[in-house]
């Protein structure tokens, strides 16, 4: 009994083969269709994942380098090297420090010219400008920092020459001012104050352009040793 109905089967089956031809090749197309549909779409979804990971790799690339960028912008380090390293700037800076030094030396050598120079020009108040417009822009550049301090590279070099000519200029106040603490006594502030009230004989008037002349020599000596 099994035997026959195996036998039934087959021969169903082989019957609906035969009698319907067109299905069967139909299902067969459809099943290719199927599967070459399946195989492009998996092929598609290794390439995309293949992008997806490479757009990951080159977005955590391009974070990381800005990363970098905005703390190069955010901190004074790299700026502040990049400053120092420039040769004019760098030269101002020592040439301020010379400066420094000659006043200190100036004031030793002529005390009297602490307080003639008050009386004699503006130096003191000239040269206190110059440091606080110095001061400022070293502030704005360097000192502040943070989110306030992102500037682009034009911003950057505009204060960098911005910086160096506030130096030439400080560095100009503080040699006149080396040269005049040197130089003046309180017997120019005394000549200056009755200048016009007595006169004066051409042996005096000589004796004090030998004496101006001296001291002009020593000023020299003073602040080129």
């Known amino acids: 009994m099994v035997l026959l109905s195996v036998l039934t089967a087959s ?9 319907n031809p067109s299905q ?3 299902m067969e197309t459809g099943t290719e269709m199927i599967n070459s549909s399946v195989s492009k779409q998996t092929t598609a979804m290794r390439k995309t994942g293949t992008l997806q990971a490479t757009i990951a790799a080159e977005f955590t690339q391009m974070k990381s380098w800005e990363s970098k ?8 380090n790299g700026y502040a090297e990049q400053l120092k390293a420039g040769c004019n700037l760098y ?22 010219g602490i307080a003639a120079s008050i009386s004699m020009n503006n130096l003191y108040m000239e040269t206190v ?11 704005k550049s360097i000192a502040q920092g943070g989110s306030a301090n992102m500037l682009n590279g034009k911003q ?3 204060l960098l020459w911005s910086i160096n000519t506030n130096l030439y200029d400080l560095n100009a106040k503080l040699r006149q001012l080396a040269i005049s603490i040197a130089f003046y006594n309180l017997k120019d502030v005394w000549n200056r104050a009755t200048a016009g009230m007595t006169e004066r004989s051409h042996g005096e008037i000589a004796e004090e352009a030998l004496d101006r ?12 040793d």
Do not use: D
């Open 156 to 158: 950057r070099t505009e």
């Open 91 to 112: 030269a101002e800076g020592v040439m301020t420090l010379r400066h420094i030094y000659e006043i200190q030396k100036a004031c030793s050598a002529n005390p009297e």
């Open 129 to 139: 400008t110059e440091f606080v417009k110095t001061y400022r822009t070293l502030k």
């Open 69 to 76: 960028y905005n703390s190069y912008l955010k901190t004074a």
């Open 24 to 26: 069967y090749a139909a």
């Open 11 to 19: 021969k169903a089956s082989a019957q609906i083969g035969e009698s």
């Open 213 to 224: 002349w001296k001291r002009a020599r020593r000023v020299s000596q003073i602040l080129n």
